[in-house]
């Protein structure tokens, strides 16, 4: 078994930064993630860069976490790549 199964450890480990916490969230998230920023951006090569994107925010940005606040993490990191799609979807469909 995995320890990071358990949420809590994972969320604690990511908060400390270690790498092998992020490579397993990037591993088991990540295209779960891309299929919903491919949905907004409607381009493989618009997605993967989102992606690349969000999880770096997600890095950067893991310790404003809070589970206690009712979200799941995955919530969470969906909450950040949507955002990110829809400014990339907004940038490539601006009317100038």
Not at 39 to 67: G, M, P, R, T
């Amino acid at each position: 078994m995995n320890q990071y199964n358990d949420m809590n450890v994972l969320i604690s480990s990511l908060q400390k930064k270690e790498e092998k916490a992020f490579a397993y969230l990037y591993d088991h998230y990540s295209a779960a993630l891309y299929g919903i920023i491919l949905k907004v951006v409607n381009d493989e090569d618009d997605a993967a860069d989102v992606l690349q994107d969000a999880f770096v925010s997600i890095w950067k940005s893991i310790e404003s976490y809070d589970a206690g606040r009712g979200g799941s993490l995955f919530t969470w990191m969906l909450n950040i790549s949507r955002n990110k799609a829809i400014d990339r979807y907004r940038q490539k469909n601006r009317v100038v």
